[in-house]
């Protein structure tokens, strides 16, 4: 197939780690696969070559912290047909989402020896808060056979099959006991979207929500059982503000918790 005829992707990185695009890099021989079938128009973390848009696919990983994201973003969400988010910075404003609960400007002085040189904005959202999004991977980082399953999906013209179910299902499914069963340890699992292979409870410590909330969570009920158990409630709140704090389901929790504090 020429590279004509093929779909033009893009990999744009925002603010993040680059976790996540090195998650479609760590694909291999399926990425090698798919670069028969889509043309690599634009990702800088794999090649210097850059073809110019508009793009039928572009993954983003990162979240919006200044005005040159902001900026930036706009350009890009012109340039493609469809956007795909990539992980938790992406889709839910990702760990450095704690300044908005804080005062950014302490964090910029604690931090940098010239607090003048920099310029940020008083929030990390996701990119859903400023432009349309198409679709949505979760995960920090993402699992990078679901990525290959979406991008296979676009490709073949069909919807992608993504679980929507639980961590909870994934412990059970390899055999692992419940930790907050077991050990008394606080986990996110009953409220987190499957993706990661319950790879914490794994090793005994509790799920910190990386894929953010499942379908059809309920928070209340999950933070009543566990406040009526002894569980503090700054802990908990504090579990809820971790990787996917700023997803709606995790962010309206922890902030009802945090307004009927005694």
Partial sequence: ??????????????????????????????????????????????????????????????????????ERLGKVREQSKFLITIGACATAGGIQALRNWAEVGEFVRAVYATPAYIHTLEQSTPISTHVAVDFEINGCPINKYQLLEVLTALVMGRTPHLPRHSVCLECKQRGTSCVMVSQG????????????????????????????????????SFSGYLLKNGTPRAELIRVL??????????????????????
């Avoid at 572009?58 to 040159?68: D, H, I, K, R, Y």
């Avoid at 996110?188 to 790879?199: I, K, Q």
């Avoid at 997803?247 to 945090?258: C, P, T, Y």
């Fill in 241 to 262: 503000r971790g990787f996917t704090g700023y997803a709606e389901v995790f962010r309206s929790a922890g902030d009802k918790l945090a307004k009927t504090a005694p």
């Fill in 1 to 70: 197939m020429s590279s004509e005829a093929r779909p033009k992707l893009a990999v744009y990185k925002f603010s993040s780690c680059d976790g996540c695009q090195l998650s479609l890099l760590s694909l291999e021989d399926e990425l090698l696969s798919l670069v028969g079938e889509v043309e690599i128009a634009y990702f800088l973390e794999a090649r210097s070559q850059k073809l110019d848009g508009p793009y039928d696919v572009a993954l983003v990983e990162g979240s919006v912290t200044t005005a040159e994201d902001l």
């Fill in 185 to 220: 340890t606080l986990c996110l699992g009953p409220l987190t979207l499957a993706g990661c292979g319950a790879l914490c409870p794994a090793y005994q410590r509790g799920c910190y929500g990386c894929f953010g909330p499942m379908e059809s969570p309920n928070p209340d």
